[in-house]
C-alpha cells in the first residue's frame, strides 16, 4: 500500500509548499500538484496521481476542496476511487475513507450522488415541461416541412419520381422520408 498525495493551489500567487508539508507529514510517497483554479476540467497534477494509484493506495488530499470543482464532482472521485479499490484520506477534515467509520461516510457520499441525481433529472424535467408551456418546440428541427412531404407524396402517387429520387433531391435520407410518408395526415378541423 502507497500513499499519493493531491495538492492543488488556484493562482501563481499561491503555492504549494503548505500543502505538500501535510502530505510529506501524513506519509505519502509521491506527490503531485496544480495551479490552477478547481472550475478547470483538465488538471494534469490530479490525472497524474490517479494514474500512479493501484488497489490497495491511499489517495490523500490536504483539504476536500482541494480535489474537485464542486461537491457532486468530489463525490464522484471519491466513489470512483472506491470502486478501483482505492482508499481515500482528507487531512484537514480528517476522513479517513479506510477506517470502519470511513465506511459509513462512503455510503453517505453515495447516497448524496443518487439524491444529486434524482434532483437533476427533477429539474431537467421541471425545465422542459416549463419550456413546453411556454410553447418552445423541443427536440430538433425537422427536416421536412409539411409543404416538401405533401409535395412528395403528390409526386410519388402519381409516378413522376420513386421515395428514392424524391429523397436525393430533397436532400434527405430514403428513411428519412419514408417515416415522413408513413405518418397519418389528419385534416384541419
Excluded at 32 to 44: A, L, N, P, Y
Excluded at 139 to 160: C, F, N, Q, W, Y
Aim: proline share 2%; net charge positive; glycine share 8%.
Amino acid at each position: 500500500m502507497k500513499m499519493v498525495g493531491y495538492a492543488r493551489v488556484s493562482t501563481r500567487d499561491q503555492n504549494v509548499d503548505a500543502q505538500r508539508e501535510a502530505l510529506l507529514t501524513a506519509g505519502c510517497e509521491m506527490i503531485f500538484d496544480d495551479t490552477i483554479s478547481g472550475s478547470t476540467k483538465s488538471r494534469s497534477g490530479l490525472d497524474k496521481a490517479m494514474a500512479a494509484l493501484t488497489p490497495g493506495d491511499v489517495l490523500v488530499v490536504w483539504k476536500l476542496d482541494r480535489l474537485g470543482r464542486s461537491m457532486q464532482h468530489v463525490v464522484n472521485t471519491v466513489l470512483d476511487l472506491d470502486r478501483r479499490g482505492i482508499g481515500f484520506r482528507s487531512l484537514t477534515e480528517a476522513i479517513d475513507l479506510t477506517s470502519s467509520t470511513g465506511k459509513l461516510l462512503l455510503s453517505v457520499f453515495g447516497w448524496l450522488a443518487e439524491v444529486e441525481r434524482d434532483l437533476t433529472t427533477e429539474r431537467t424535467k421541471a425545465g422542459l415541461a416549463a419550456a413546453k408551456r411556454r410553447g418552445v418546440k423541443l427536440g430538433r428541427k425537422r427536416k421536412l416541412s409539411t409543404v416538401d412531404v405533401d409535395h412528395a407524396r403528390r409526386t410519388i402517387e402519381i409516378g413522376e419520381q420513386t421515395v428514392a429520387g424524391m429523397a436525393r433531391i430533397l436532400k434527405v435520407g430514403r428513411n428519412t422520408l419514408g417515416r415522413a410518408l408513413s405518418q397519418v395526415i389528419y385534416p384541419p378541423s
